[in-house]
């Protein structure tokens, strides 16, 4: 059985991994679906870990994971992009709710890691919002590049590892919290085909 409340960086970790390999070999126990835990956590939540994901259908992260109501903070945007919205998001799941763990979960193929690399190439960005979207990815295609890289996915984890980065870097709160061993801050890079995920980055005590 799953851990139902894991209250450290690692317990949590490891209970999110252990969701995975049960979701890529078939044997989901669907943890925390019934209507026991519906009316166990309608007064209060408490997640052990907030998400922040790309918006991909295909990414679902209760699913991926194989948790279930009140386990996952989520907060999803196309390439897992992060403005002040997000920031926020994240730290009310840290400080507020008490989330000992954040997870940036990236993925192969990731349209928004294409469409900033076909933007570098192309030398325009796409117009209207997604353009910014582009715009807030593409230092991590021209990183990526810098370094000799030339695969999407290859992006894709730089994107992940740039993003967990910035997350502690711009958040005095989340920076503060790892700094204590009280949070970790992990970036995941999730095979469509497989199911799997594969750690790309990390601050804190994870194992």
Not at 32 to 48: C, G, L, M, T, Y
Not at 65 to 84: E, K, N, Q
Not at 135 to 142: A, C, F, H, K
Not at 152 to 161: G, L, N, T
Request: hydrophobic share 45%; aromatic share 4%.
């Amino acid at each position: 059985m799953p851990d139902v409340d894991p209250s450290s960086p690692a317990e949590a970790f490891a209970a999110l991994l252990a969701g995975n390999t049960r979701f890529v070999r078939g044997e989901r126990l669907h943890p925390n679906q019934d209507a026991d835990r519906r009316s166990e956590s309608a007064p209060r939540q408490r997640p052990f870990a907030v998400l922040l994901g790309c918006s991909d259908s295909r990414l679902a992260a209760e699913i991926i994971f194989d948790r279930g109501l009140g386990d996952l903070f989520v907060v999803r945007t196309a390439g897992h992009v992060a403005g002040p919205e997000v920031l926020g998001s994240i730290e009310y799941g840290v400080s507020v709710l008490g989330a000992p763990l954040v997870v940036v979960l990236g993925h192969d193929s990731c349209g928004a890691v294409t469409a900033a690399a076909e933007a570098e190439r192309g030398g325009a960005a796409p117009a209207g919002y997604l353009g910014d979207v582009v715009e807030r990815v593409m230092p991590s295609v021209l990183a990526a590049r810098a370094s000799g890289c030339s695969e999407v996915d290859q992006f894709v984890d730089e994107h992940i590892r740039r993003s967990v980065d910035g997350l502690v870097g711009r958040s005095v709160l989340l920076a503060t919290e790892v700094a204590a061993g009280r949070c970790a801050v992990v970036g995941l890079s999730y095979r469509l085909g497989e199911g799997t995920v594969n750690r790309v980055a990390g601050h804190g005590p994870l194992d």
